[in-house]
């Protein structure tokens, strides 16, 4: 009932910089939190980042000062500017909606994932 897209990700050097974007699609009223996980050959799936619909943030601590989470509401968008890149931050990123509120009901979503490099 809900989709969430992505897009952004890719392979970039050590120090670079990437911007990934989700699309929330399905008949949404509203959308309360939203946030990029990532995981890592052989890791666990960890939070990176979440912000809530007013704007609060909460970053993983490998990932704070380096990285900003953002959204456009109208857009029903989430973004995850990533800067300063390192090598131990490639993973497959995903996207996450635990609750949108929609014409049929509240149901949560994940994207489909992108990969994100960083490698010379």
């Known amino acids: 009932q809900v989709q969430l897209v992505e897009s952004g990700g890719g392979l970039v050097q050590p120090g670079g910089s990437l911007r990934l974007s989700c699309t929330a699609s399905?008949?949404?009223?509203?959308?309360?939190?939203m946030g990029w996980y990532r995981q890592a050959p052989g890791r666990e799936r960890e939070l990176v980042a979440s912000?809530?619909?007013?704007?609060?943030?909460n970053y993983v601590d490998s990932v704070k000062g380096r990285f900003t989470i953002s959204r456009d509401n109208a857009k029903n968008t989430v973004y995850l500017r990533m800067n300063s890149l390192k090598p131990e931050d490639t993973a497959v990123y995903y996207c996450?909606?635990?609750?949108?509120?929609?014409?049929?009901?509240?149901?949560?979503?994940w994207g489909q994932g992108t990969q994100v490099t960083v490698s010379s």
């Open positions: 996450n909606a635990p609750q949108v509120v929609t014409t049929r009901g509240v149901f949560g979503s």
């Open positions: 912000i809530t619909r007013a704007g609060s943030t």
């Open positions: 399905g008949s949404i009223l509203s959308i309360n939190v």
